[in-house]
């Protein structure tokens, strides 16, 4: 059966459609593919990185893509993958939207994703997701949602701490907080190695 394509050349039924998380991670690895082949020089490519990253409707990332890709018609047929290869095997992408699908998670948006939880292990309690989240949470989307959801909690755990010694239960509770803390860096720090997304427990989430 046929589909609508994420982005096509005309505008979308409803452009003001919030992008999801797997929209936005297509297009950055599009732009790093035309950034590798010439395509865009540098500036180009961080330009278009940071409204990928801060793009919230379909109408943010149409522009971001028409002029790698031209138009596109408005319905698409998946085509099959090729003879002994699989889905997801390393000689096939699937295409999604009439572009080609964002591959896996390399090895750098891990170790990023990792460190973002894990830095505050060695002192860094809020400045070491800070500092992923402005750099490396740049250009991989990956790195960014670690380093979002690290910097949240260790925010919220700050603010713990200096508001539940006003009570007599709060000064016990708060080397439990600390103790939970260290534990569910290190579960965040393994989760991203592995490839996958962390949602720490308890935590008020003010940076988006």
Same mark, same amino acid.
Not at 2 to 21: F, K
Not at 80 to 108: E, K, L, N, S, T
């Given at each position: 059966?046929?589909?609508?394509?994420?982005?096509?050349?005309?505008?979308?039924? !409803?452009?003001? $459609?919030?992008?999801?998380?797997?929209?936005?991670?297509?297009?950055?690895? !599009?732009?790093? =593919?035309?950034?590798?082949?010439?395509?865009?020089?540098?500036?180009?490519?961080?330009?278009? $990185?940071?409204?990928? &990253?801060? =793009?919230?409707?379909?109408?943010?990332?149409?522009?971001?893509?028409?002029?790698?890709? #031209?138009?596109?018609?408005a319905?698409?047929?998946?085509?099959?993958?090729?003879?002994?290869? !699989?889905?997801?095997?390393?000689?096939?992408?699937?295409?999604?939207?009439?572009?080609?699908?964002?591959?896996?998670?390399?090895?750098?948006?891990?170790?990023?994703?990792a460190? =973002?939880? $894990?830095?505050?292990?060695?002192?860094?309690?809020?400045?070491?997701p800070?500092? &992923?989240?402005?750099?490396? #949470?740049?250009?991989?989307?990956?790195?960014?949602?670690?380093?979002?959801?690290?910097?949240?909690?260790?925010?919220?755990?700050?603010?713990?701490?200096?508001?539940?010694?006003?009570?007599?239960?709060?000064?016990?509770?708060?080397?439990?907080?600390?103790?939970?803390?260290?534990?569910?860096a290190?579960? #965040?720090?393994?989760? =991203?190695i592995?490839?996958?997304d962390?949602?720490?427990? $308890?935590?008020?989430?003010?940076?988006?």
């Open positions: 059966m046929a589909a609508t394509p994420s982005w096509s050349g005309r505008m979308p039924a !409803h452009p003001d $459609l919030r992008v999801t998380n797997n929209d936005r991670d297509q297009v950055v690895e !599009h732009v790093k =593919a035309a950034y590798a082949e010439g395509r865009l020089d540098k500036f180009e490519m961080d330009e278009r $990185l940071h409204q990928a &990253m801060t =793009a919230r409707t379909h109408a943010d990332l149409i522009p971001i893509m028409d002029d790698l890709y #031209g138009p596109r018609a319905a698409y047929v998946p085509p099959a993958p090729p003879p002994g290869h !699989h889905m997801r095997g390393a000689g096939y992408r699937q295409r999604v939207g009439g572009y080609p699908a964002a591959g896996p998670v390399d090895g750098g948006d891990r170790v990023g994703g460190a =973002a939880h $894990l830095l505050t292990l060695c002192g860094l309690f809020v400045i070491g800070l500092i &992923m989240l402005l750099t490396a #949470g740049r250009t991989s989307s990956f790195i960014r949602r670690h380093a979002v959801e690290s910097l949240n909690f260790h925010l919220t755990v700050l603010g713990a701490t200096v508001l539940l010694p006003i009570t007599v239960i709060g000064v016990v509770l708060v080397p439990f907080l600390w103790v939970l803390g260290f534990v569910l290190v579960v #965040g720090g393994v989760s =991203a592995t490839g996958g962390f949602r720490y427990p $308890l935590t008020v989430r003010l940076v988006k």
